[in-house]
């Protein structure tokens, strides 16, 4: 049982450093911070006391396994609902990532903790060690049935290619791919063709191919309202649009050229948008149509959903 406490303190540590992070994001943030600290501000006072209890001498075998249930509910409380929480909008990219790593790391120790004191474990932890687990499984597998999308890349074979539309070395998570169940298919406003880029706010929008500004609107703010967009003409007529930009961060005007790699604006979540990232997509004839990335070294150069890719321009 020392074990246990040990590990389950180093987890609650490393929760509370994570929420203190998330205090520095925008509001969803913050509050899944406040709750992330509520929550395991517990954990670690009561592991701590468990320990004292421990090293005493004392019996502490029925706190532990009243706090083992309570983490059992909090990991997925926080590693799931609080991290979709600091998702939404805008902050430091690492807080939703680590919140839901940490979730996951503590629901399997628990479990393993749960499975080695089998006999004596309260029902409840029992139930969470059972249920828990393919909940979590399924609660990733909505979304990513929803957003992966699917690929024929028979229909990229004469497609032009472009270069991912952030700073090159830097890795980011496609959240929604082409053709995906959601809303990147021809029946929303033609979407077939467009990717969703995770990246933080404030962070450059590259050109993916030189051309000439025909668009800017950098003006609106807020999500569920009007959107900013900056768009560029190619030389074959084609247009790419990078959506959802940060208010009044364009970095280019109507009728400028830009060429490939020049920053545009900033990186927002504005308009129809749930966290911050790059749209992308580029039209022709009104509808989108296939691209090819140079530097996405796999799967054809067509980036799919919930996968990560290192971008190759400036």
Not at 55 to 73: E, L, P, T
């Amino acid at each position: 049982m020392i074990a246990a406490n040990l590990i389950l303190l180093g987890l609650a540590v490393g929760f509370l450093v994570v929420a203190g992070i998330g205090l520095r994001g925008a509001w969803p943030m913050m509050l899944a911070g406040f709750l992330t600290l509520a929550a395991w501000v517990v954990v670690a006072v009561w592991a701590v006391v468990n320990l004292l209890q421990l090293f005493s001498g004392d019996d502490a075998d029925d706190a532990i396994r009243s706090m083992v249930a309570y983490v059992m509910v909090a990991a997925p409380v926080t590693g799931l609902g609080l991290a979709f929480l600091a998702f939404v909008k805008c902050g430091p990219v690492v807080v939703p990532r680590a919140l839901h790593a940490l979730g996951l790391t503590t629901l399997v120790a628990g479990v393993v903790v749960v499975a080695l004191d089998w006999e004596d474990a309260s029902l409840l932890a029992k139930v969470l060690a059972v249920a828990v687990p393919p909940l979590w499984g399924l609660a990733w597998l909505i979304p990513y049935l929803l957003l992966r999308g699917s690929v024929d890349e028979a229909a990229y074979a004469a497609a032009p290619t472009v270069l991912l539309p952030f700073p090159g070395g830097e890795r980011t998570w496609v959240i929604q791919g082409n053709g995906s169940a959601l809303n990147h298919n021809t029946a929303h406003f033609t979407q077939a063709f467009a990717w969703d880029f995770r990246r933080p706010c404030g962070t450059p929008v590259l050109a993916a191919l030189g051309g000439r500004v025909v668009s800017v609107i950098d003006a609106n703010d807020g999500i569920g309202g009007p959107n900013n967009e900056v768009e560029v003409e190619h030389a074959d007529g084609s247009v790419a649009s990078y959506l959802h930009v940060q208010k009044g961060s364009a970095q280019v005007a109507v009728g400028a050229t830009v060429a490939q790699g020049d920053r545009l604006a900033s990186v927002g979540s504005v308009g129809n948008s749930l966290t911050g990232h790059i749209h992308f997509q580029v039209r022709s004839g009104g509808s989108t149509v296939p691209v090819r990335f140079a530097d996405v070294t796999r799967h054809a150069g067509i980036p799919r959903g919930f996968r990560f890719y290192t971008s190759g321009n400036r």
